[in-house]
C-alpha cells in the first residue's frame, strides 16, 4: 500500500518568514495530493491540493509543487502570521474520491 | 463549502460496552464515506471505507467485528465500536466526498473515552 513520509515533524519559523514541508509517497499510481491544516481537537481542513497532471499550485500565501518522477511534493507558506500556527498534513491518493494515506504531520509554529 | 457532521462530539463510556457514531453529509449525498482514527499527536489512520448499500472494507489490522461499520443511506454512516476498551480510546472522525467540488469534506470528529 502507499506510504508517505513527511519532514520535518516540527518547524518554528519568525512571523513574515516561510515555511517549506516535504513529503515523499511510495505508490507510483497515486496522482491526487491533498494537504490538511489540522488545528487541536478540530477537523482537518483542506487548504490546497494538486492533481498529476500540474507541477505546482498557488493559491494566495500558499503553493505546492509535485515532482512524480522523484516522488515528492512540497507546501511552501510565504509570509507566515501566527494564525497559520497548526498541524499540517500532507496527503496521497489515486483519485481524489479515493481513501488517502496521510503523512506524519508537521506542527508548524510562526513566533509573533 | 459542504457540511459534514458527527454525532456524538465527544463521549465517555465504560470498558466492555458498544458505542456508535453517526457521521451524516448534510447537504450532499455521499456513496462513499470514510472513517478515520487519529491517535494523540499522531497521524489520521484509515479504518475502513463504508460505501452506501454495501459492506463496507477494511483496512489491514482493523478488527470488522469489533468496528461495526453500516452506511444505510446515502447521508449517514455509522461506526459502532463493539465491547470497548480503554485502547480503543480516540478521536474518531469521517469523511465524505462532494463529486460537484472533487473533494473530500471531514467531519467534526468524536473524541471517545473508555474507562
Known amino acids: 500500500g502507499e506510504n508517505v513520509e513527511q519532514h520535518p515533524s516540527t518547524l518554528s519559523v519568525q512571523e513574515g518568514d516561510s515555511a517549506v514541508i516535504k513529503c515523499t509517497y511510495s505508490?507510483?499510481?497515486?496522482?491526487?495530493f491533498p494537504w490538511y491544516k489540522q488545528e487541536l481537537g478540530k477537523r482537518p481542513q483542506l487548504i490546497i491540493d494538486?492533481?498529476?497532471?500540474?507541477g505546482e499550485k498557488k493559491d494566495q500565501r500558499i503553493a505546492v509543487t509535485l515532482n512524480k518522477t522523484a516522488k515528492h511534493f512540497s507546501l511552501h507558506i510565504t509570509e507566515t502570521q501566527p494564525e497559520d500556527s497548526a498541524v499540517y498534513f500532507c496527503?496521497?491518493?489515486?483519485?481524489?474520491?479515493?481513501?488517502?494515506?496521510f503523512g506524519t504531520g508537521t506542527k508548524l509554529q510562526v513566533i509573533p | 463549502g459542504a457540511v459534514v457532521s458527527q454525532h456524538p462530539s465527544w463521549v465517555i463510556c465504560k470498558s466492555g460496552t458498544s458505542v456508535k457514531i453517526e457521521c451524516r453529509s448534510l447537504?450532499?449525498?455521499?456513496?462513499?464515506m470514510f472513517w478515520y482514527r487519529q491517535f494523540p499527536k499522531q497521524s489520521l489512520m484509515l479504518m475502513a471505507t463504508?460505501?452506501?448499500?454495501?459492506?463496507?472494507?477494511?483496512e489491514q489490522g482493523v478488527e470488522k467485528d469489533k468496528f461495526l461499520i453500516n452506511h444505510a443511506s446515502l447521508t449517514l454512516s455509522t461506526l459502532t465500536v463493539t465491547s470497548a476498551h480503554p485502547e480503543d480510546s480516540s478521536f474518531y472522525i469521517c469523511?465524505?466526498?462532494?463529486?460537484?467540488?472533487?473533494?473530500?469534506?471531514f467531519g467534526p470528529g468524536t473524541r471517545l473515552l473508555v474507562l
Open positions: 469523511s465524505a466526498h462532494l463529486d460537484r467540488e472533487e473533494t473530500q469534506y
Open positions: 496527503a496521497a491518493s489515486v483519485r481524489w474520491d479515493q481513501k488517502v494515506t
Open positions: 505508490d507510483s499510481a497515486s496522482n491526487y
Open positions: 447537504d450532499f449525498q455521499a456513496t462513499t
Open positions: 494538486i492533481r498529476s497532471n500540474v
Open positions: 463504508s460505501n452506501e448499500g454495501s459492506k463496507a472494507t477494511y
